[in-house]
């Protein structure tokens, strides 16, 4: 148990759906953060958020909307996806966005997009 | 734009073995260098974290090094067993958390 948890473990879209990935911590950190782990690739960093507010979006495509509503919850909502972004996807949080401190990630939402 | 790759990115040795993991990366900027592990369709766990003017962390049977100057780093394991067989993946901190990382080297450790 590393204190992030994220909901559905697994999920399976259409081009055409709309869903949202759910990243929740109990670890009293301020900053939280989305990768994306493609076959074959690199984990790429999406999008960090420190308290609430977003610092960083790495060129991510706008099918991808992130929503971070408190420092304990981070979402990914996801609209008209293409069958290339289907990847494991990873929150992270960590105590603050000072990169000397430990991130702590939850086990990932494997997507498919058919 | 830093890059960091991992050789080999697959590995098989007997159990008991030691064995050495490699990480380089382009740019020595780095604020550390951090060191994970990830079992199947699973999440990353932290194993290490070696800051930039440090040389070496150790934690029961993993040692990592880090020679900035040369942009490598190392993962040293001892006696392994097969409950080290994972994905290592090693990533360096650019800044304000920003870990880019390797592609991981597949281990496999023999009973």
């Known amino acids: 148990e590393t204190g992030v948890t994220q909901t559905p473990r697994h999920l399976v879209m259409g081009m055409t759906n709309k869903k949202s990935l759910k990243c929740e911590q109990h670890?009293?950190?301020?900053?939280m953060y989305w990768y994306k782990q493609s076959a074959k690739k690199p984990l790429e960093l999406m999008f960090v958020y420190n308290f609430k507010e977003q610092t960083e979006n790495n060129s991510v495509p706008s099918r991808f909307s992130p929503e971070c509503p408190n420092s304990s919850h981070l979402f990914l909502h996801l609209h008209t996806l293409q069958p290339e972004d289907s990847a494991l996807y990873l929150c992270?949080?960590?105590?603050?966005?000072?990169?000397?401190?430990?991130?702590?990630f939850g086990q990932g939402t494997r997507l498919t997009v058919v | 734009k830093q890059e960091v790759t991992q050789i080999p990115a697959a590995l098989s040795v007997p159990e008991g073995e030691n064995l050495v993991l490699n990480c380089s990366f382009t740019d020595s900027a780095i604020y550390n260098l951090q060191w994970f592990r990830q079992d199947p369709g699973k999440g990353l766990t932290s194993l290490l974290l070696?800051?930039?003017?440090?040389r070496e962390q150790t934690s029961g049977r993993l040692n990592a090094s880090l020679d900035k100057s040369s942009g490598r780093s190392t993962l040293y394991i001892a006696a392994s067993q097969p409950g080290d067989s994972a994905t290592y993946l090693c990533?360096?901190?650019?800044?304000?958390?920003?870990?880019?990382f390797g592609q991981g080297t597949r281990l496999t450790i023999n009973p």
């Open positions: 070696i800051q930039s003017s440090q």
């Open positions: 992270a949080s960590s105590h603050t966005w000072d990169p000397n401190t430990e991130a702590f």
């Open positions: 990533a360096a901190t650019q800044g304000a958390q920003k870990l880019v």
């Open positions: 670890l009293g950190h301020n900053a």
